[in-house]
């Protein structure tokens, strides 16, 4: 029988599912319902100094969407608006009537030792598991020098990590950027500097669009608007090659992030290296009670697979890794195409004769294949709508 509990740094998780640090853990009464529907823990909204000005802007939200499906946010919302005290009462509060879920507290201060140790030893206090440094908000917080001003800074990422590990009495997560040109090195930064784990990632700094009647791009706040943080399923390509990345270099336990809307997605984050998993933009569109469909299906792959738990399945993809050059360069795969699902719509002739090769097209009624121009790239049975390409 296989379980869905696991360990990281001593901290026990009952399932590898986390409410990441955004609107759905930004209230207790919201944390306290997602625990009792089975969520393993949460990392709460976060939490920065009270004298820290935090006004939100509206509309603060543009989508992504195909037909009504949403598949990214862009988001320039700021940080927590509960007060440290409410914090501490609602931690209380929850580990009382949860004592098994694992609470993460996410801080983040200005650049100030004292503030950012101040708000450690605060925390120390509390029930929660560890904590979590928010060095990777991509908008409002670069401006004041904070958020991911810290965390594309290597040197700045390692000192705060530093003050904070002086004093801190949990387990320290670091957050990391996706907006840097290399994650790798932040990440060994602020291991050097004594982080216990590190966290990956926070949105991918973007701008929805841009109105062609007004030029106003999105989200539109009165006319204007800022650079934001993209999330949802869009970045899950982006959130696994950086934790891919990081795990190449590091054991330090990740905490996978970005995108993840099924179990299939948390399974292929552990298998680059997450120990376990959090989600955000899945909960906001469909709700908390995502995790039932999560855990069920996860544990069911557990099984069928024979691991024993999630820990089996980590880094299981990274031996499939490898640097382009080290890539088989003598096997060629060609496109079998499966006559009968076909529905000549001919978007792999279109594709195959716009992308240079020219090896397609469509003979009496069939799509056919020309071996001698066909380069096995396989762009056609990606675009095939009816999946009836498969390469060979
Ligand atoms: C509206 C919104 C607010 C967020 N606020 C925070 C925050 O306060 N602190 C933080 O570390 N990350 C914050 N995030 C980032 C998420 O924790 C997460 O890293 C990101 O959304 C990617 O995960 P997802 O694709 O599952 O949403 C926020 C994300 C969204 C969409």
């Known amino acids: 029988m296989a379980t869905l509990k696991t360990q990281v740094l001593g901290i026990c998780f009952e399932n590898p599912f986390l409410l990441a640090s955004a609107p759905p853990t930004a209230k207790i009464e919201s944390i306290d319902k997602a625990f009792s529907l089975g969520w393993g823990g949460a990392v709460f909204k976060t939490i920065t100094p009270d004298n820290l ?28 608006h509960l007060t440290v005290q409410q914090w501490l009462d609602g931690i209380k509060f929850l580990r ?26 605060t925390f120390n206090h509390s029930e929660i598991d560890a904590f979590e440094l928010n060095f990777s908000c991509p908008h409002g917080m670069p401006e004041k020098g904070i958020g991911m001003a810290i965390g594309t800074h290597p040197e700045i990422s390692a000192m705060i ?17 996706p907006n840097v040109s290399n994650i790798v090195e932040i990440a060994k930064a602020v291991e050097e500097a004594g982080a216990d784990g590190l966290s990956a990632i ?34 899950k390509p982006i959130g696994l090659r950086c934790v891919a990345q990081i795990r190449q270099h590091s054991d330090l336990p990740i ?10 997605d948390a399974a292929e984050y552990m298998a680059v290296g997450a120990d376990v998993v959090q989600v955000c933009t899945e909960v906001m569109v469909n709700g908390y009670g995502v995790i039932g469909a999560m855990k069920k299906g996860f544990l069911d792959y557990l099984e069928r697979k024979g691991f024993n738990g999630p820990e089996d399945l980590k880094n299981k993809a990274m031996a ?15 496109p079998h195409i499966n006559d009968e699902a076909c ?27 020309d071996k001698n121009r066909c380069a096995g790239c396989s762009l056609c049975s990606q675009i095939c709508p009816k999946l009836a390409i498969n390469m060979k």
């Open 53 to 80: 000005e935090m006004i939100e802007a509206s509309q603060r939200y543009a989508t992504w969407k195909v037909g009504s499906k949403v598949c990214g946010f862009e988001n320039i919302e700021l940080l927590s």
């Open 96 to 121: 009382q009537k949860h004592p098994t879920k694992v609470q993460i507290a996410s801080i983040m201060a200005p650049v100030v030792k004292e503030e950012w140790q101040k708000l450690v030893k």
């Open 161 to 177: 990590t530093n003050w904070v590990k002086e004093v801190a009495k949990k387990p320290v997560f670091v957050k990391l950027s």
């Open 202 to 235: 926070n949105t991918v700094q973007s701008i929805m669009g841009v109105d062609l009647d007004t030029f106003e791009p999105l989200p539109n706040v009165n006319g204007k608007t800022t650079f934001g943080g993209y999330s949802g399923m869009a970045v």
């Open 255 to 264: 905490l996978g992030i970005g995108g993840i809307s099924t179990w299939q």
């Open 320 to 334: 499939h890794l490898s640097a382009h050059k080290a890539l088989d360069k003598q096997k060629q795969v060609y």
């Open 343 to 369: 529905v000549k719509c001919c978007k792999c002739v279109t594709i195959c004769e716009e992308s240079e090769h020219s090896a397609l097209s469509l003979v009496d009624g069939h799509i056919v294949a």
